[in-house]
């Protein structure tokens, strides 16, 4: 676990196989936060479980990780299979989440699928490190694809932000459009982006959007960004 940082938390969950570190250049971008990051069991750091862990293990694993930083209640960034773990954290222990960003990431089961055929699917930060130890990448794929988050989406209560990419083969766009369609007070980001939005360069413009998401509610904390009242970001769409 790795705690930087002074003012609002802010909890960030990895993407599948990538250590804590594959945030660096988006956590670079941010100010003002209070970052928690933690190797997921079996990546980094962290020892490879026996037997393969849940998502909902998983997120009992996340909460606990906010327990050991003394943090009640933070804003939670999820990555690709991370903002899967995002969605069952806020579904599982909804005062702990304050508000969601959804990156790159789906429902699970129900799901468009992506093509793991694509460059993009070996090129991602830490993934070829992550291939020695393939039984985690396993483990993690496996509580993925037996998991679905569309039963309830519907009862999500915490703001939230929907961030795809255009040219995200393997999180296609249009899975982000269905979690903001389906998650209460949701709203949807599209970028001019592939799958890699945590490198270098395309990670400052992820965290400048996703900075002024949370700042906006920081200064607005009853906004209900599905009624429209949240102030009108940047922009919807880059290109």
Do not use: K, Y
């Not at 956590?27 to 190797?39: N, P, T, Y």
């Not at 299979?81 to 954290?89: H, M, Y």
């Amino acid at each position: 676990m790795r705690i930087e940082g002074e003012g609002e938390p802010v909890l960030l969950l990895s993407g599948l196989g990538q250590p804590l570190e594959s945030w660096d250049p988006f956590v670079a971008s941010l100010s003002e936060r209070r970052i928690v990051r933690f190797d997921a069991p079996g990546v980094g750091q962290s020892a490879t479980p026996i037997f393969p862990p849940s998502m909902a293990s998983l997120a009992t694993i996340a909460a606990a990780v906010l327990d050991a930083a003394t943090i009640d209640q933070a804003d939670v960034v999820g990555f690709s299979l991370g903002g899967a773990l995002a969605q069952q954290l806020a579904f599982s222990s909804p005062t702990r989440v304050r508000r969601l960003v959804l990156i790159a990431t789906s429902c699970g089961l129900g799901t468009t699928g992506g093509r793991w055929d694509s460059p993009d699917a070996w090129t991602a930060p830490a993934i070829s490190a992550a291939m020695a130890r393939w039984p985690s990448l396993g483990w993690q794929s496996l509580a993925f694809v037996t998991w679905s988050s569309i039963p309830f989406l519907g009862s999500l209560t915490q703001p939230t932000l929907v961030i795809c990419g255009r040219d995200d083969v393997i999180a296609p766009p249009v899975n982000g459009r269905v979690l903001a369609s389906r998650i209460p007070h949701a709203r949807l980001v599209t970028l001019a982006a592939d799958h890699g939005m945590l490198r270098p360069g395309p990670a400052t413009e992820l965290a400048s959007v996703v900075e002024e998401f949370l700042g906006r509610l920081d200064v607005e904390p009853d906004t209900d960004p599905l009624a429209g009242r949240l102030p009108r970001l940047a922009s919807s769409t880059s290109s």
